[in-house]
């Protein structure tokens, strides 16, 4: 057979970037040497040398000592040379009832295991940063917003938990996913299974899988876990990207309800006032890349034939990419947030401008007997004046209250009192204190 056109080889190859996956590709040919010799497959001293071999590979590449070839195909096809190169040809025997079809499918479920574990404790550490700025604003009093208007008065601790309930949805997305994936595809082989009495159980067991894939031709094909936790990294971005949104809104000075820490502003190189939100811009950008990746594992997926086939090298890519991403936009977020300072002040400023307890004050003529409707209708007028007299509506006296409807007493200014508004919203999950109270206790449990 001639040799692979150099150009070709290149394309062909996936080294540099499967090589991040050196480790569970050597924990895998360790569990599946020490497996053939337990079957007697392979003789005891050969899984020994074959074992003891690897180990040295690992800590010579975790130390530095040990550079990857490039010029390998894959990880695969490094380790096993690197392997044979040490130990001779007993190194030759640790392909048996194994191939590498299978090999890459068990070495990307247990990178993906250990990376999802990373994340999701990157997760809790938000929630954390979450729930430290909640417990600090139970009492904040901004305005709650529908269509970027001032709608209703709510606390910064609601709208904050808010991102909380998303975040610790984004966990649970994640280790549903890790469940369903936690299958061992190893001693599918090439796709049909092999002619050797294996035991996949017991490889399965060693690398800490919940069984075994049942069907060989699906374990070496399909990779529905990638884009399970793609969606799930790609929904955990869209929490992330609406969050920073926000932050770059609050920061801005048409708002001013925050003030980010200049460790995570930058300046202009020309415009001396300017403290720009970069890392949340960033974060809301690179959201971007993780759709796509999600958008290129589906489309890489979609037409091709079981089983193995080498567009399957082009899922890894993708899902290093979108590891990558998501890790790094959760390491800067989390710090900005818990660093982030609020100011209040501001905040009931903007809330007190926007007529946001025209609700409040439609209520309290319902309650007191007028239909609601005819309630709403009233205080449409009442804010028609405060907006002519250029005046708000707790500045009205109650004679003023009093032209527009007799049953307007004293006790009008108590139902339009914000901190008041804020806490008679006592349906549960509202924005009073006892429901704030136990949105943190909720979501502490998940950390
Ligand atoms: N580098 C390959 C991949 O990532 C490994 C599997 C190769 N299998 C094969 N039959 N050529 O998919």
Redesign the pocket.
Known sequence: MKALDQQADDFN???HF?SRMYRQDIKGSMAHAAMLAAKGIIGQDDADQIVAGLEAILQDIERGKLPIDLTA????MFVEAELTKRIGDVGKRLHTAR???D??AVD?RLYLKEEAAEIIGLLRQLLEAIVTQAKAHKLTIMPGYTHLQRAQPITFAHHLLAYGMMFTRDISRIEDAVKRMNFSPLGSC?LSGTTYDTDRQMTAKALGFDGICMNSIDGVSDRDFCVELLSAFATVMMHLSRFSEEVILWASWEFKFIELDDSYTTGSSIMPQKKNPDIAELVRGKTGRVYGDLMAMLTVLKGIPLA?N?D??E??ESIFDAVDTVKQCLTVFTPMLATMKALPENMLTAAQKGFINATDLADYLTKKGIPFRTAYKQVGQIVAYCIEKNTVLEALTLEEYQSFHPMFEKDVFAAIDLQNCVQSRISAGGTNQISVEEQIKFIENKI
Do not use: F, L
């Open positions: 190859s996936s080294i499967d195909e894959d990880i695969h191939s590498r079809n090999q890459v990307i090439a193995y080498k399957m090298q899922d890894k």
